[in-house]
C-alpha cells in the first residue's frame, strides 16, 4: 500500500487518459518498452540544461553540437537497453543535432540569465498527497516577474489542445504559487519539433482549476 501519493503532471495526465494505465505505471510499477522519442527528449534536455549553465558568451549552437556526442556516449553507457535500439549513431545525433538548431531559432540563450534548472518543486497538499514536479528552467526578472519554460522535444498541440498542452506550466505555476505566494507572470512551451511557442500568463483561476484537477 502507498502510503504517500506523490503526483506529478505526467502521472496526473496517465489517469485522465485511462486510470488503468496509472494503475500499471505507478501502483504496480510494471516494466515498460524503452520509447525512443522520449530517450532522445532526455539527451536533448540534458544538453541544453549544461549549455545554459555556462556563462552567456558560450552559449551556442556549435557548443551544444559538440557536446552531444558525449552525452550520448554518457546516456549509451547508463541505459544498454536504448544503446541496443539505436543502430545508426549518426543518424541519431543528426536528429539531436536538428532540434538543438531549432531551440535555437526560437531564442537565444545568450539573452538571459536563467535562474533555476531542472528546478524540483515540492509540495505537501496534505499527509496523504504530494504534489511535486521537475521544472525545466525558472526566470527570474531583476524586478522580480518570474517566467516558467519547457522544452518540448514534439510538435505544438494542434489548435484546441492547447489548454491540455498548458495545464503542466499551470501545474508547476501552482507549486510556485503556494511555495512562493506570487503567480508567474508567463508560461513558455518551446516546440522544437515545429519551432513554435505556446505562451500564456496565467491567472489565479487558472492555477486553482490546475490544483482543483490534480
Not at 31 to 44: I, Y
Not at 99 to 122: G, K, M
Not at 150 to 175: C, H, M
Request: net charge negative.
Amino acid at each position: 500500500i502507498m502510503d504517500v501519493i506523490r503526483l506529478s503532471p505526467s502521472r496526473i495526465s496517465d489517469y485522465q487518459q485511462c486510470p488503468q494505465l496509472y494503475n500499471y505505471r505507478v501502483i504496480q510499477q510494471l516494466p515498460e518498452p524503452k520509447s525512443l522519442d522520449a530517450a532522445r527528449g532526455t539527451l536533448v534536455h540534458t544538453i541544453l540544461e549544461e549549455l545554459l549553465a555556462q556563462p552567456a558568451q558560450l552559449r551556442t549552437l556549435e557548443a551544444a553540437i559538440e557536446s552531444a556526442p558525449q552525452h550520448w556516449q554518457n546516456q549509451k553507457d547508463g541505459d544498454p537497453e536504448i544503446a541496443l535500439a539505436v543502430s545508426d549513431d549518426k543518424e541519431w545525433l543528426d536528429r539531436v543535432n536538428a532540434l538543438l538548431t531549432s531551440y535555437f531559432s526560437i531564442e537565444n540563450p545568450q539573452s538571459f540569465e536563467p535562474t533555476h534548472l531542472e528546478e524540483h518543486l515540492e509540495l505537501d497538499e496534505e499527509d496523504s498527497l504530494l504534489l511535486h514536479g521537475y521544472v525545466d528552467r525558472i526566470d527570474v526578472a531583476p524586478t522580480g516577474e518570474v517566467r516558467i519554460v519547457d522544452y518540448k522535444t514534439g510538435k505544438s498541440p494542434k489548435p484546441g489542445y492547447e489548454d491540455k498542452a498548458l495545464f503542466q506550466l499551470r501545474f508547476y505555476a501552482l507549486l510556485w504559487y503556494r511555495i512562493h505566494g506570487e503567480i508567474p507572470k508567463l508560461l513558455q512551451l518551446l516546440y522544437l519539433g515545429d519551432q513554435k511557442v505556446l505562451k500564456s500568463s496565467p491567472t489565479e483561476s487558472e492555477i486553482l482549476s490546475a490544483e482543483k484537477k490534480a
